[in-house]
């Protein structure tokens, strides 16, 4: 007679309870080797780069010594020096955040020594700058024997810098001392929140550091110098500690808006170039985002923007960053989408939608008289102009036209209108083109941006169907606009650890910009209570609860 599981459960309870016991021991044991091997290796990891970053940091101090020595100021010397100082830079951040992560996991363990790096001792606040004193609380009684004989001994002072808008501060924090007359216990406030562990920067200066790097698109080193001519001197590898910090503190945030984002129906993805320095040359890495923006469906779900960074451009990091999700995806025709679009896809294959922006552009470019006119006046060779671009461009203005009439309406009401009034523009326009295309040579210029579209005209024409589809993928292309415009004034990320920590603040404040909230002043305000804040209410200050707490707190600004 075979044996079944249930025949090995044995009948009696004390039996049972020591069954259950041995079990839960194991599992502990298990958890506790899981946790004593995530920590070990968070310390080595630690370790490695604090490593690199002092490395890099003497390599950076030998360098501006030989140039100081040797006279070296040609353009090409300094901007060598900008580009060690952006490696350190990143470095720097890394290192710190990595200590915070190791910090973090030896807590879970007591069999691993948390890990401290090595920082070069601080220089003090300088001494023109007014001090402001807040005295915390004194306690009313001792907190050894609860007697209420106490008298001051003394007091503790952390300084925490802070900027108001065009002027510093150093805020002094005074937490008095008091013993108790009855048991000569001594009694004090507990220190402040800083916003980051072993933080020195206030929450309004930490949040203008990262949103002048992520949001102004300032390096470190040009943010030093300004701070160093308004008469408060910050190095380089101090501003990079706490860049590093405020992503490692801001990671929880960055977890949340992923989440939004990736509980879509219909997303918007692109992707740009950024440079990224490498040994002895400049690599191009990606940057890649998804935008959640509901709005011209009337959706009532905040907008929201998440950003990832890569290496190079192939099609498995997509397939990696919507690995669990499925809807449609609005995007350009890049080929490395298709793994998403796969038939046989788990959880489900991606419904591709097209831009017909990205296909009026190739159009256009046929058709722009201007830009032809320009380049002529300039003495270049001016492009082509065809009457038949001109044409297609007009087709396909009318269908933007009625898309604007449309937008916020629900998605029902759009999908009418669009029966009604696109379904015969789009049947006329794609018979106009095959009969167009079919009059012209294969390597003509209008046939290839013909083919372009016929080619994948099922995913064109999928808007028709589906209200909830916009006719173009702009809300990618505005997310990603900000990165272009800071490629003229960072030049390049210093590593891939920079460029996936450029990518969560990218989210943070590309999110608050589409909620139409201040960047900075959200970040300062987050910044200031996520210290304390419970971890099981951090949607309390995602953008857009965090604006609706605003116009309760100040109804007038509604």
Same mark, same amino acid.
């Given at each position: 007679?075979?044996?079944t599981?249930?025949?090995?459960?044995?009948?009696?309870?004390?039996?049972?309870?020591?069954a259950?016991?041995?079990?839960?021991?194991?599992a502990?044991?298990?958890?506790?080797?899981?946790?004593?091997?995530?920590? #070990?290796l968070?310390v080595?990891?630690?370790?490695?780069?604090?490593?690199?970053?002092?490395?890099?940091?003497?390599?950076?101090?030998?360098?501006?010594?030989?140039?100081?020595?040797?006279?070296?100021?040609?353009?090409?010397?300094?901007?060598?020096?900008?580009?060690?100082?952006?490696?350190?830079?990143?470095?720097?951040?890394?290192?710190?955040?990595?200590?915070?992560a190791?910090?973090?996991?030896?807590?879970?363990?007591?069999?691993?020594?948390?890990?401290?790096?090595?920082?070069?001792?601080?220089?003090?606040?300088?001494?023109?700058?007014p001090?402001?004193?807040?005295?915390?609380?004194?306690?009313?009684?001792?907190?050894?024997?609860?007697?209420?004989?106490?008298?001051?001994? /003394?007091?503790?002072?952390?300084?925490?810098?802070?900027?108001v808008?065009?002027?510093?501060?150093?805020?002094?924090?005074?937490? #008095?001392?008091?013993?108790?007359?009855?048991?000569?216990?001594?009694?004090?406030?507990?220190?402040?929140?800083?916003?980051?562990?072993?933080?020195?920067?206030?929450?309004?200066?930490?949040?203008?550091?990262?949103?002048?790097?992520?949001?102004?698109?300032?390096?470190?080193?040009?943010?030093?110098?300004?701070?160093? @001519?308004?008469?408060?001197?910050?190095?380089?590898?101090?501003?990079?500690?706490?860049?590093?910090?405020?992503?490692?503190?801001?990671?929880?945030?960055?977890?949340?808006?992923?989440?939004?984002?990736?509980?879509?129906?219909?997303?918007? /993805?692109?992707?740009?170039?950024?440079p990224?320095?490498?040994?002895?040359?400049?690599?191009?890495?990606?940057?890649?985002?998804?935008?959640?923006?509901?709005?011209?469906?009337?959706?009532?779900?905040?907008?929201?923007?998440?950003?990832?960074?890569?290496?190079?451009?192939? /099609?498995?990091?997509?397939?990696?960053?919507?690995?669990?999700?499925?809807?449609?995806?609005?995007?350009?025709?890049?080929?490395?989408?298709?793994?998403?679009?796969?038939?046989?896809?788990?959880?489900?294959?991606?419904?591709?939608?097209?831009?017909?922006?990205?296909s009026?552009?190739k159009?256009? %470019?046929?058709?722009?008289?201007?830009?032809?006119?320009?380049?002529?006046?300039?003495?270049?060779?001016?492009?082509?102009?065809?009457?038949?671009?001109?044409?297609?461009?007009?087709?396909?203005?009318?269908?933007?036209?009625?898309?604007?009439?449309?937008?916020?309406?629900?998605?029902?009401?759009?999908?009418?209108?669009?029966? #009604?009034?696109?379904?015969?523009?789009?049947?006329?326009?794609?018979?106009?083109?095959?009969?167009?295309?079919?009059?012209?040579?294969?390597?003509?210029?209008?046939?290839?941006?013909?083919?372009?579209?016929?080619?994948?005209?099922?995913?064109?024409?999928?808007?028709?169907?589906?209200?909830?589809i916009?006719?173009?993928?702009?809300?990618? %292309?505005?997310?990603?606009? /900000?990165?272009?415009?800071?490629?003229?004034?960072?030049?390049?990320?210093?590593?891939?650890?920079?460029?996936?920590?450029?990518?969560?603040?990218?989210?943070?404040?590309?999110?608050?910009?589409?909620?139409?909230?201040?960047?900075?002043?959200?970040?300062?305000?987050?910044?200031? @209570?996520?210290?304390?804040?419970?971890?099981?209410?951090?949607?309390?200050?995602?953008?857009?609860?965090?604006?609706?707490?605003?116009?309760?707190?100040?109804?007038?600004?509604?």
């Open positions: 007679m075979v044996a599981a249930q025949d090995a459960v044995p009948d009696d309870i004390g039996a049972l309870r020591a259950l016991a041995a079990a839960l021991a194991r502990e044991d298990e958890a506790a080797r899981a946790a004593l091997v995530e920590a #070990e968070a080595a990891r630690a370790k490695a780069s604090g490593d690199a970053a002092l490395i890099a940091h003497q390599d950076l101090t030998i360098r501006k010594l030989q140039r100081a020595l040797h006279g070296q100021s040609s353009e090409r010397s300094a901007r060598l020096h900008e580009q060690m100082e952006l490696t350190f830079e990143e470095l720097e951040s890394t290192a710190t955040q990595d200590e915070i190791a910090e973090q996991a030896a807590a879970r363990t007591t069999e691993v020594a948390p890990y401290v790096r090595k920082r070069p001792a601080r220089q003090p606040f300088p001494e023109h700058l001090r402001e004193r807040v005295v915390e609380p004194a306690p009313a009684a001792c907190h050894c024997c609860g007697g209420h004989r106490l008298r001051k001994l /003394g007091e503790d002072i952390t300084e925490t810098l802070e900027v808008p065009r002027q510093w501060k150093v805020i002094q924090h005074v937490r #008095e001392k008091f013993t108790c007359r009855d048991c000569e216990a001594i009694s004090q406030a507990p220190a402040p929140f800083h916003a980051t562990p072993r933080g020195w920067a206030g929450p309004s200066l930490l949040a203008m550091i990262l949103f002048e790097k992520f949001g102004q698109h300032q390096p470190l080193n040009r943010q030093a110098e300004r701070y160093a @001519r308004e008469g408060v001197p910050l190095s380089l590898s101090t501003l990079a500690d706490q860049v590093g910090a405020g992503a490692a503190a801001l990671m929880p945030l960055f977890k949340r808006l992923e989440a939004h984002v990736l509980a879509a129906s219909r997303l918007h /993805g692109d992707d740009t170039t950024v990224v320095l490498a040994k002895g040359k400049t690599d191009t890495g990606r940057l890649w985002t998804y935008v959640r923006d509901d709005r011209p469906f009337g959706g009532a779900d905040p907008p929201a923007a998440v950003f990832y960074y890569s290496r190079d451009r192939r /099609g498995e990091h997509p397939a990696a960053h919507l690995a669990g999700w499925s809807g449609i995806l609005q995007a350009d025709a890049f080929g490395g989408y298709g793994d998403l679009y796969a038939t046989g896809r788990q959880p489900a294959p991606v419904l591709e939608a097209s831009c017909w922006a990205h009026r552009r159009v256009f %470019e046929l058709a722009d008289i201007e830009a032809a006119a320009r380049k002529k006046a300039r003495g270049d060779k001016p492009n082509l102009v065809y009457p038949l671009a001109v044409e297609a461009v007009k087709r396909i203005d009318a269908l933007f036209d009625i898309e604007r009439e449309i937008n916020g309406l629900s998605p029902a009401q759009r999908h009418a209108v669009r029966q #009604e009034r696109s379904v015969p523009l789009v049947t006329e326009l794609e018979r106009w083109m095959i009969e167009t295309r079919d009059k012209l040579s294969r390597g003509h210029d209008l046939t290839k941006a013909f083919n372009y579209m016929l080619r994948r005209w099922p995913s064109f024409t999928r808007f028709l169907a589906d209200g909830r916009c006719l173009s993928n702009n809300a990618a %292309e505005r997310a990603l606009r /900000g990165i272009a415009l800071g490629r003229k004034s960072w030049l390049f990320c210093g590593s891939d650890r920079g460029g996936q920590r450029a990518a969560v603040l990218y989210s943070l404040i590309a999110s608050a910009k589409l909620n139409d909230i201040d960047p900075q002043a959200w970040l300062a305000d987050i910044l200031a @209570r996520i210290a304390a804040h419970p971890a099981q209410r951090i949607d309390d200050l995602l953008p857009w609860n965090w604006r609706s707490a605003k116009l309760r707190t100040h109804p007038a600004a509604a």
